[in-house]
């Protein structure tokens, strides 16, 4: 059921656009609106623009825009009607009666539900249940018991069914319970399991306090070591991070990146609030720029081993992507840092915390892993690495500072250096060129699913684009232009969705909010573009008049002999007739 528009009129003036967006990440004022960087691509010049006098948002890096209800639904992985419903709670207003049954929305409502009982079910199982080896080895890692009830740790028995029974008798079907994760099937029999056994439950929870999913440690040799909830409606393991529920209300913009949960748990019960990790995968894009919405720098305390060093360096890149600064901590003495606060206490935590090295010192730490630099030939392999390092600054500065710093270190002439950084700068420029230029040889034909009918028809899209953008701007033309032109004119799907739109109502003022409820969130994006990319146009009767007769030529051409000028002299002619 379409929501009222005066009650979709009320949601958008009680949260104007530029304070929600604003409220995930700094907004600069450029005139009467706002540009940002974007928190659904990795950029570090702001290309997000937040548009006052329509409330709309567009990317012009990625092409993601809309209204705030489409920016609540990215930004927060909802549903249309999920979406309405946080910001009418945000803005103080209720929603209406009758307000239509959303299938998705009541089946994650269930899931929550579901999660939450699974929760309390794993922790009375935990500190009451007749099997204690989960409460040992909590006690063995050195949790406290008001940390363990911070985080809601679980245990989970090994029975196959003793969640399943509990849940059926809160009245939660088997389907729901397999769509929630907590239970799964057999594929080799079909049968219905737990899909947590014998083993230690950590809850992750999303920034509103929902328990959207469970990590699981095993206690026996069961493998994998570390189980996680697979996604499900309320559950995107690369989107979310574990303990960022807590993190997030630090007051210094700056993160704590563990490895594991328990390197999690360990440095908050050390004091240090702004910790967080990954879910059982490396880190991702999404990941890194959910952390610029807290962060501006993070250090990162990843495992002392090979494969926690190799994490490193790709979080490093990620999060450079991001705009994040990086710091790196180096641990002696310990494998990881639940080891470290262990042996060492707290105190000196913070002190290698205080003490962490810029990403760039720990890409020139590792170009020495393996060589002897008082050896010429390895001293020769050392400077080529390092040559590689710092040929990725940007900064010409900065990159000045550490080739000093190399220069002194090696006895090289920092001159020769810096020639042969240029050098190599210069090579993987082309390199990127050709890269560049091979992605746009080979990119596919039909490039843009929204609109696939671009490619072939490239000025026919551009009239269509053209003419929206004036009904848009000018919505007191709309009646004028319909007069002239039937929607089967158009070539496109999507654009003649929204043409009917515009056609059928009565509108003194058009809110991207019209087609928010019935268009994917992609093709919301190129709506917004539309009316982004043309703020500035003038539209005049002849430019309208343009974009008309092109559609109505295109569907008069007989063959392909006849040229577009052709065609658009006939139509001319005929309506001077």
Not at 431 to 460: G, H, M
Request: hydrophobic content about 35%; proline content about 3%; charged content about 30%.
């Amino acid at each position: 059921m379409k929501l009222p528009d005066e009650f979709i009129y009320q949601l958008k003036s009680a949260n104007p656009i530029e304070s929600i967006i604003g409220g995930y990440v700094n907004t600069i004022r450029r005139g009467r609106d706002y540009v940002a960087l974007c928190p659904f691509h990795s950029e570090k010049t702001p290309s997000l623009h937040i548009y006052t006098d329509n409330q709309s948002f567009y990317c012009f890096g990625c092409g993601v825009g809309g209204d705030v209800i489409t920016f609540t639904k990215q930004i927060e992985n909802l549903g249309y009607m999920e979406a309405v419903k946080l910001l009418a709670q945000k803005g103080g207003l209720s929603m209406p009666e009758n307000s239509g049954y959303d299938r998705l929305a009541e089946l994650k409502r269930r899931i929550l539900e579901i999660n939450r009982e699974t929760a309390n079910f794993y922790y009375r199982q935990l500190v009451s249940g007749s099997d204690k080896s989960g409460l040992i080895y909590f006690k063995e890692r050195g949790l406290r018991p008001d940390t363990i009830k911070k985080y809601g740790l679980g245990y989970a028995p090994a029975s196959w069914d003793e969640l399943g029974k509990f849940l059926s008798s809160k009245g939660y079907t088997q389907e729901e319970m397999i769509a929630a994760n907590v239970r799964s099937v057999s594929t080799k029999n079909g049968n219905v399991f737990d899909f947590f056994r014998k083993r230690v439950i950590f809850p992750i929870l999303d920034l509103r306090g929902n328990i959207i999913a469970f990590g699981g440690r095993a206690l026996d040799d069961s493998l994998p070591k570390y189980l996680n909830t697979s996604d499900t409606p309320v559950f995107k393991k690369s989107r979310n991070l574990f303990s960022l529920n807590h993190a997030k209300n630090h007051p210094l913009k700056k993160l704590i990146l563990a490895e594991g949960y328990m390197d999690v748990i360990a440095i908050n019960q050390a004091g240090f609030e702004n910790v967080v990790a990954t879910l059982g995968t490396a880190l991702t894009p999404d990941q890194a720029r959910l952390m610029k919405q807290y962060a501006d720098e993070v250090i990162i305390a990843y495992d002392s081993d090979g494969a926690g060093q190799k994490a490193t360096a790709k979080a490093i890149n990620l999060l450079g992507d991001a705009g994040i600064s990086t710091r790196i901590i180096k641990m002696e003495g310990a494998k990881d840092p639940d080891e470290y606060i262990k042996k060492y206490g707290a105190q000196r935590f913070k002190l290698l915390l205080d003490n962490s090295g810029g990403a760039v010192n720990f890409e020139l730490e590792k170009c020495k892993s393996g060589l002897d630099i008082n050896n010429e030939n390895d001293k020769v392999k050392y400077l080529k690495n390092t040559i590689k390092v710092l040929s990725s600054i940007s900064n010409k500065l900065e990159r000045d500072v550490y080739i000093s710093k190399i220069s002194k270190e090696s006895e090289v002439n920092a001159d020769i250096l810096r020639s042969q950084i240029n050098d190599e700068i210069k090579k993987n420029s082309i390199i990127e060129k050709k890269k560049t230029w091979q992605a746009v040889k080979t990119k596919p034909y039909f490039s843009d699913p929204v609109l696939p009918e671009k490619s072939l028809n490239p000025r026919e899209v551009k009239a269509e684009e053209t003419l929206l953008a004036c009904l848009f701007k000018n919505p007191e033309r709309i009646n004028e232009v319909k007069t002239l032109l039937s929607p089967d004119r158009f070539i496109t799907d999507l654009y003649r969705r929204v043409y009917i739109i515009l056609c059928e109502g009565n509108y003194d003022n058009i809110s991207l909010s019209l087609f928010s409820d019935e268009f994917s969130d992609k093709e919301m994006g190129k709506i917004a573009g539309i009316t982004a990319k043309n703020s500035d146009v003038v539209f005049t009767d002849k430019s309208i008049q343009d974009c008309i007769d092109i559609l109505i030529a295109h569907q008069l051409r007989p063959t392909s002999v006849v040229t577009d000028n052709d065609l658009l002299n006939i139509v001319k002619s005929k309506r001077k007739k």
